[in-house]
């Protein structure tokens, strides 16, 4: 018989005693009388916390019944649609006499995994750590650049490779570190074989793309040979993951019916179609709940093999308004001992989740009300905008994970709009606040678009709305957040970029102290110190918003009151990842040193355009102050001070021909610099192409590994 085994869920294991329909009923939360005005469309109404499912049989039914409503000739859509998506410093020291956040030391929050001397993951919590392609104990960096697990011996200034790990039929793999033990998560099938073992055609690897997650945990205790252990393979996509203390959560999202054969039309006819639309009802008419619930496969290195439900039909709630059928799970992992097997018991939350965010006691989980994927695809395609798009909310479940053998289900809430990503949620002194953008979330604002920042605290099983200030951005949507201490910073951009200030000293009546409008924007702020922040995003025109190249702005705001632009870097034609990807960031408090990887465009009018001068892609590295932007170790601060590409020279020492040099720049994507770290008096920057050391202070190469 099969066994059935539920994971620490996203709503999981309760305290003793007290039962599924306690912890998960409710009613509607009242808006706080202190909590300042609410700026909802019209009829909106925000609800409470999960309702859970008495038997299999409600279960099933709810499912059905919505599947009938949704489906279509060729099966069912995912559910809501996620946002751009997937960071708040929360352990500051005390807020300045002047009322902004202390950022004295411009410290990068850390996840304490990592010697002093060594910049680890650019994190958004301290102490919690987040995956990335890049882990490092000081002496051995762990990457899956370039689609190898790589382990490489970086005590020297030559980087020396000890071991490669091919990682077949897999991407985007990304790794957490604990001790001798390595976590990878990768989308696809198994990806790291263990020791003698070949994947064959008939496997049956899951599809790419029709959401199926690989955790695998390596044993790393001799570098030289690292030994898969576990392999762990779950119905679903990895939204994100967290750790601390050795201890990660995985957030699984799985789309509803992955396990049902859905039918498609045998031809473009009507009759076709009609046919497809009547099978897949009765497909779902005749299924049982095991169609409708993830499903894993557990296996060990000796052999031995286990399979089951991941989450039993009785451990699922679901949120008073519907959020769609697919199903959340949070995954509780001991890396440190590297177990991957499920735990018994827990429940998952009937919602399509798309933004994680944890501090080192809790985790939340954004999902967001379901809006029909016809409703979408016909806005999409129209000028008039449906009412069901202003009428969008966001759900909001905390779990708390400060014991590390569990994950417990608290509470939820909601806040009108939708999130931009993990920068948007943050806890402080219990308190979670959250920013939001409503109205037209869809094609960058429009006039009923405008922003808000919404504070929440926990009262029984929901998240109960405190205080909240709007009129954020009016016309614009969100594009970058940050909160350090008891102030918040929300940049906005539509055709200009609005930096507003938010005083969050009193939760139950925050208040906008302060506003800068530029051209431009920043999509990730990053605190330096000494008041000052740091934006890296896009110029742009002014009277178009049209963007134009990376710009990267210092900003002055130690006066809350008055934040002010103090210098900037502008880079034309050219993009940095650090706007959709924080990790790629690097701020070194000890000498000041940020690293920000860019790429340049080129889009040449004719065949005979000579490309411009400079490499295509590498990374700026500076210094800021008061004074401005100064170069890392001289030279122009808009230059690319550091860079894997070749230069316009040919090995002889001539220059490269018109030809010559246009395939150069098409040809060196590989050599784009995706990461960088300190460790002792080196800079390493890593690309595909190869591992370099810079010498910290004047970024003269010291030694290089070449991988490709």
Known sequence: MRRTVAVVGAAAIFAAGIGLGTMLGGTPPEPDDDGGATVLPDGLELTGALTSFDACDDYLDHVQEHALELVTPYGLHGGPMPMRGEMAVDDAAEDSADGGADMDTGAAPTAGTTPDDVSGTN??????????????????????????????????????ELATLELEGGW??????????????????????????????????????????????????DPSAPEVTERLTLDGATLSSRMVDGIARVVIRTEPGINIPWQQPEAGGLRAERGALEANRELIRGSDADDWLPYFVHETADGSEQEGILIDCERVAHPAAFSGLGTLSVLTVDVDAGSLIPDDGGVGVLAGGDTVYASPERLYVATQRFIDPVILEEAATSDDRPGELDEVTTEIHAFDISAPTGTDYLASGEVPGVLLDQWALSEHDGVLRVASTIGDRWW???????????????????????????DLGPTERIFAVRFLG???????????????????????????????????????????GDGLLLGVGQDAEEETGRTLGTQVSLFDVADPKDPQRLDTLTV??????????????????????????????????????????????????????????????????????????EDDLAEDGSMRSDAELIDRWHSQYDAAIQRSMVVGDRLLTFSERKVVAHDLDSLEERGSLTLR
Not at 150 to 157: A, C, K, N, P, Y
Not at 495 to 513: H, K, M
Request: proline share 8%; net charge negative.
């Open 172 to 221: 985007g793999a990304e790794l957490l570190l604990a001790g001798d033990r390595l976590l990878v998560t990768s989308g696809g099938g198994p990806v790291l074989p263990f020791a003698g073992e070949s994947f064959s055609a008939d496997r049956g690897m899951p599809v790419p793309g029709g959401g199926a997650t690989t955790l695998t945990s390596i044993d790393v205790s």
């Open 444 to 470: 960058g604002g429009g006039e009923d678009s405008s922003s808000l920042v919404t504070t929440l605290e926990q009262d029984g099983d929901e998240l109960v709305q405190l205080g909240q200030v709007g």
């Open 486 to 528: 008891e102030v918040g910073y929300v940049v906005t951009f539509r055709q200009t970029d609005p930096l507003y200030v938010i005083d969050l000293t009193d939760p139950s009546a925050p208040e906008t102290t302060g506003e800068l409008k530029i051209a431009g924007y920043s999509a990730y702020l990053h605190p330096l």
């Open 572 to 645: 034309a034609d050219s993009g940095s990842d650090v706007e959709h990807d924080h990790r790629a960031f690097l701020h070194w408090p000890d000498t000041g040193l940020s690293v920000v990887p860019l790429t340049r465009w080129w889009h040449p009018e004719s065949e005979d355009a000579e490309p411009p001068e400079g490499p295509p892609n590498g990374a700026l590295a500076f210094t800021a102050s008061r004074d401005g932007f100064a170069p890392a170790a001289g030279g122009d601060p808009e230059a690319l001070a550091l860079t894997h590409a």
């Open 123 to 160: 994190v958004q919590e301290q102490g919690v750590d987040e995956p990335d392609r890049l882990k490092t104990d000081g002496e051995v960096a762990y990457t899956t650049i370039g689609g190898r697990l790589r382990v490489l011996d970086i005590t020297g200034d030559d980087p020396e």
